[in-house]
């Protein structure tokens, strides 16, 4: 007798809170993830003062030695497109704010592994994007509200917002880039009305030789090249008027390649003699014009100057700058005044720029030319760069620039707030507060948000060689008693209020940091799909 055919158990219908992912969806945004976290996790390494360093070699075989977040991720070879988000991530931290580059990225890394998790529980994408941008404008609440107002007259405080900027790089022991970075920055603007710094005004010139506490700023310009010594022309002007030409002192050349047939000699060396008298009658209309300083563009086409020229302008007694390139024209122009000439008709004296002294001056790596005593300062500025190897130079002129931009953010949005890892532990802890308010799967998401922002202080712990679990322990409770600035001091291995020991950055880069990161993986999160292009 058969058995009684038992009924199948009634099927439960899904609530809208469960996402069952098609299979290739859930390929496509698991492969993105891993891609832009393994990009994370490689520089995760150099995040912080005590960050380690990589060394990149390039295919022809070039060192660079960094541990910048945008300048590591600049020069891999990425091929997964999720893994290149993340180094324009990193490009567009470096644009806005100057700094937080590598912050930016392992802060995007941790998000990436929080959505995995919440995936994993079948959490639609879209939920976790809303709940993700709620818990960000939250987040920008809480940055604003624990930051201190700074003025741009307040020069220590610019000075120890660089200083914190430069700790993490491999020049951080020399005291004087960050005092070099503040005074280029306010050489250049108007603290009372600015609010914003073109960097292009101030000018990184690199020289090999002596060491980084060598290096100065100069209120007025630096040329790399040396003054011409054909001739024996001057090397030292004072009281100089200079003039910038953008035509060649040389003979003509036809635009086609034309052949000349000279039957007579005498024909010939009238010829021969054409060109000294052209070039001869070209110097003489500079030198009357009052000009005792002369730079040359460089030319592609021909040379710009020729022996001839350069003997003639040397026996006028004018120092000859030669090779300048057309990307410096509107700077030099805006520093001494001048005005670029581009035809010997128009070299007249209202188109010479002044300056009081001109001159050549010897270095260990050969000679520069300085113009110092501009009669107009202010509006630029030039840093000579000085390092005993290449590899230390270039970490140097980087470091620099990370400082000017840390100052550049002082100017765009006037206020400081604390390091080491104490506005993540905040803002963690108050959007925590903040998802107890909310309800369903988006008061979760918000939390997985908050708890994903302890990667900063725990990779600063664990780079520094500290215990990270017991460090971000004892910072959460420290700030759950209400010690809102405390923060890891990498130097004393403990928790101290980071704000007296100086350790202080710019709100934008915290809060770029935090809304790049954040638009980022929200992206990431909304591609289902990879398609190839024919």
Do not use: W
Not at 157 to 185: G, H, P, R
Request: aromatic letters at 2%.
């Amino acid at each position: 007798m058969s058995a009684p055919a038992t009924s199948a158990p009634a099927k439960i219908s899904p609530s809208r809170s469960d996402f069952d992912e098609k299979e290739k969806e859930k390929d496509v945004r698991t492969s993105n993830i891993v891609a832009a976290r393994a990009v994370a996790d490689a520089i995760r390494t150099s995040l912080g003062p005590k960050g380690m360093d990589k060394m990149i070699i390039s295919p022809n075989n070039e060192v660079l030695i960094s541990n910048d977040g945008a300048t590591i991720l600049q020069n891999l070879e990425l091929r997964h497109p999720a893994a290149k988000m993340l180094a324009e991530l990193a490009k567009a931290q470096d644009i806005e704010a100057g700094d937080g580059t590598t912050s930016v990225c392992v802060i995007a890394g941790s998000l990436l592994g929080a959505v995995s998790q919440l995936m994993a529980k079948g959490i639609h994408p879209s939920i976790i994007s809303e709940a993700f941008n709620l818990a960000l404008n939250k987040s920008l609440e809480v940055l604003v509200s624990m930051s201190v107002p700074v003025s741009l007259t307040d020069r220590v405080s610019l000075v120890k917002s660089a200083t914190t900027s430069l700790n993490s790089k491999v020049v951080s022991q020399y005291t004087n880039l960050a005092s070099i970075a503040v005074d280029a920055v306010l050489s250049v603007i108007n603290p009372a009305t600015a609010v914003n710094v073109n960097l292009k005004d101030i000018k990184l010139i690199k020289k090999l030789g002596g060491t980084i506490e060598d290096t100065e700023l100069v209120q007025g310009l630096v040329f790399d090249q040396t003054a011409s010594h054909t001739a024996g022309g001057p090397t030292r002007v004072q009281n100089a008027k200079i003039g910038l030409i953008q035509f060649c002192l040389s003979a003509p050349k036809t635009y086609m390649d034309n052949n000349i047939v000279v039957s007579d000699y005498s024909k010939m060396d009238k010829v021969i003699k054409e060109e000294p008298k052209l070039i001869l009658e070209m110097c003489r209309k500079i030198q009357k014009s009052g000009c005792n300083v002369l730079l040359v563009q460089k030319s592609i086409l021909r040379d710009a100057v020729n022996d001839l020229s350069l003997h003639y302008l040397a026996k006028l007694k004018i120092l000859v700058i030669k090779d300048i390139e057309r990307d410096d024209i509107e700077f030099i122009c805006n520093t001494i005044g001048c005005q670029p000439v581009a035809n010997i008709d128009s070299f007249t004296a209202d188109k010479l720029g002044k300056a009081d002294l001109v001159e050549e001056v010897g270095t260990s790596d050969g000679k520069i030319v300085k113009i110092t005593g501009i009669p107009n300062p202010g509006k630029t500025v030039t840093v000579l760069c000085r390092g005993s190897n290449k590899l230390v130079l270039d970490e140097a002129e980087r470091s620099l620039h990370d400082a000017l931009c840390v100052i550049r953010s002082l100017v765009k949005k006037k206020f400081l707030i604390a390091g080491g890892g104490a506005p993540e532990i905040e803002v963690s802890q108050q959007v925590t507060a903040y998802s107890k308010t909310l309800t369903g799967i988006t008061s979760y998401c918000v939390r997985a948000f908050a708890e994903a922002l302890e990667i900063i202080p725990y990779t600063l712990a664990e780079n520094a060689g500290l215990h990270p679990i017991s460090i971000v322990t004892e910072l959460r409770n420290k700030h759950a008693q209400g010690e809102i600035n405390s923060g890891i001091n990498v130097r004393k291995g403990a928790i101290t209020n980071i704000l007296q020991e100086n350790v202080v950055q710019p709100l934008l880069v915290s809060t770029s940091a935090l809304t790049l990161a954040t638009e980022t993986v929200v992206m990431l999160l909304k591609i289902d799909d990879i398609a190839t292009a024919r």
